[in-house]
């Protein structure tokens, strides 16, 4: 399959932190699609089976060979129990409560959660399938969710499967000990944090495994020149955040801003074949693609890695 160099993440659409309009939702896919994104990444996990909906009704009339879609497999969405009203969604998602999630990697639950994902978003087929945060699930995840994606792919149902996680080393283990096409790499291949590229990266490259980079801001410290917010979802520490202000200083000798390197960094390794970006608006989705259309000089590289700022 061919990708585009960056990809739509869409757990945004599905309410991610705060609620987005359908309008506006709607417009993030139309902004990134007219940009020249090709790849687009969902699961069920976001917004409870909300992100699902409104990317496959937004893509609705793109032509279908035009794009590769992905979703994910591992959490099955059943009605929650007890009686209304049941509040919001406890994952982070600001979405009513009507469902939740149940973790089930098995055969059955990965063709079900497939199956429930092509309704949603209202195709017959999709382009990627990844097991999604297998972390406490090694041994249902290998035995029994990969060898299920694995038949859908020899009988042409799916053209790729694989992996997605936030860490670095059970997504080796699955390239070592499995025939995944593809990893989506989430938070450990950054400007903060390159423990992908100790293991991981360099088995991809020799095995012809394709790398998704996700979470290349470390979930909002690298996303403005003036380094400030989370890193993986909590308050950044402080050497984190003095380190993430030295490479914005070196950023600009160079005429570069923080989070334009942040985008440009994992297509640097030739492993990396697309770098996924959330958005949540057209707006978002106009600045990442004016970040990503500015060449950033190889003499940056160069000084981060002078001053021990990347490897």
């Given at each position: 399959m061919r990708v585009s160099s960056y990809g739509f993440g869409a757990a945004p659409?599905?309410?991610?932190?705060?609620?987005v309009g359908e309008d506006t939702a709607r417009a993030a896919v139309d902004a990134a699609y007219e940009a020249g994104v090709r790849v687009f990444d969902t699961a069920p996990h976001y917004g409870l089976g909300l992100s699902e909906r409104r990317l496959g009704a937004a893509l609705a009339e793109r032509p279908r060979?035009?794009?590769t879609l992905s979703t994910k497999v591992g959490r099955l969405l059943v009605p929650a129990t007890g009686e209304g009203p049941f509040g919001r969604d406890d994952q982070g998602f600001d979405v009513p409560a009507d469902l939740r999630r149940v973790w089930d990697f098995s055969r059955d639950g990965v063709l079900r959660s497939l199956e429930e994902s092509l309704e949603r978003l209202?195709?017959?087929a999709v382009d990627v399938v990844l097991?999604?945060?297998p972390d406490d699930h090694w041994e249902q995840a290998v035995s029994e969710a990969y060898p299920a994606l694995a038949d859908l792919r020899d009988q042409g149902v799916v053209k790729a499967v694989g992996v997605g996680m936030n860490q670095a080393a059970m997504l080796a283990r699955f390239v070592r000990e499995t025939g995944v096409d593809v990893v989506m790499l989430a938070g450990r291949y950054t400007l903060l944090d390159q423990s992908g590229e100790?293991?991981?990266l360099p088995l991809c490259a020799e095995r012809g495994v394709s790398v998704f980079a996700a979470g290349v801001f470390n979930s909002g410290l690298l996303a403005t020149h003036d380094p400030?917010?989370?890193?993986?979802y909590a308050p950044a520490p402080g050497?984190?955040?003095e380190r993430a202000r030295r490479i914005a200083a070196v950023c600009e000798r160079h005429d570069v801003t923080l989070p334009q390197a942040a985008l440009a960094f994992p297509l640097r390794h030739p492993a990396v074949a697309t770098v996924v970006i959330g958005a949540r608006s057209a707006a978002e989705v106009a600045r990442n693609a004016d970040l990503t259309a500015k060449p950033v000089p190889e003499a940056l590289w160069t000084d981060l890695a002078a001053e021990g700022l990347i490897p």
């Open positions: 659409i599905g309410n991610l932190f705060s609620e060979d035009s794009y209202g195709l017959d097991i999604h945060d100790d293991e991981l400030s917010g989370t890193y993986d050497p984190l955040l």
